[in-house]
């Protein structure tokens, strides 16, 4: 059981290339997050889904786009990565409702050039 | 201590001697709260969490204190070893109709040997 795994660990983007960041959850969780985490702020949601086929719009969406095209994978994509986006991203997934307690992935760490 | 919202402040102490990290929440309709602890360079792991209907509870070596009336959360870790070296925040539900968790920017635990 490998909990929250997310991929990749590390990436150096020029500004303007696009990404994806994989996040997949082996706990049959209902709700998926993505979160970015930057130095002197708390943990900021980005988007997140409520179950396979649906996203929602968190704090931060602007720059980034979701899908939830399988229960297990939720998808985090930059379509045009602007320096602002270098952060440390994180997933997260919970089994009940959305105010409930999450668990979360090693994170990714980008840099936007 | 930690308020959500505020700059992260820091807490050392020496092994084996008891730690206090406190966490004022400003939702009285929050309901249920959550503290995780963060690892440099890795992911929020989920220690313990309270609901609003609960003063107290306690785990291993830790135990999380609610005081509803001053909105106030505090984590006690009993015996502080230097593996709980780490930055550690508070998640509220912050109930309503914006029904997620919102994070506290933590506070940075150091254990000196």
């Known amino acids: 059981n490998a909990g929250v795994t997310q991929t990749p660990k590390f990436r150096v983007l020029k500004t303007g290339q696009s990404m994806t960041l994989l996040c997949a959850q082996d706990?049959?969780?209902?709700?998926m997050y993505w979160y970015r985490q930057d130095p002197g702020m708390g943990l900021r949601l980005i988007h997140y889904s409520v179950g396979e086929g649906t996203t929602a719009k968190g704090e931060v969406p602007d720059g980034y786009n979701v899908s939830r095209l399988k229960k297990q994978n939720f998808l985090l994509g930059l379509e045009s990565a602007a320096p602002s986006q270098t952060s440390v991203y994180f997933c997260a997934s919970s089994q009940l409702a959305l105010g409930e307690t999450q668990y979360f992935g090693p994170g990714t760490r980008l840099l936007v050039l | 201590g930690e308020s959500v919202g505020l700059h992260l402040p820091t807490l050392s102490v020496q092994e084996g001697d008891n730690s206090i990290i406190n966490c004022a929440y400003s939702?009285?309709?929050?309901?249920?709260f959550i503290w995780y602890k963060q690892e440099s360079g890795k992911g929020p792991q989920f220690i313990i969490d309270i609901r609003s209907n609960m003063d107290k509870r306690q785990g291993q070596r830790v135990t999380v204190l609610l005081n509803k009336t001053v909105k106030h959360l505090s984590l006690q870790i009993a015996a502080t070893q230097p593996g709980d070296s780490a930055v550690y925040f508070c998640a509220e539900n912050s109930g309503g109709s914006n029904y997620k968790l919102t994070f506290g920017k933590g506070t940075l635990l150091t254990v000196n040997p």
């Open positions: 939702n009285s309709a929050s309901d249920y």
């Open positions: 706990m049959n969780h209902e709700y």
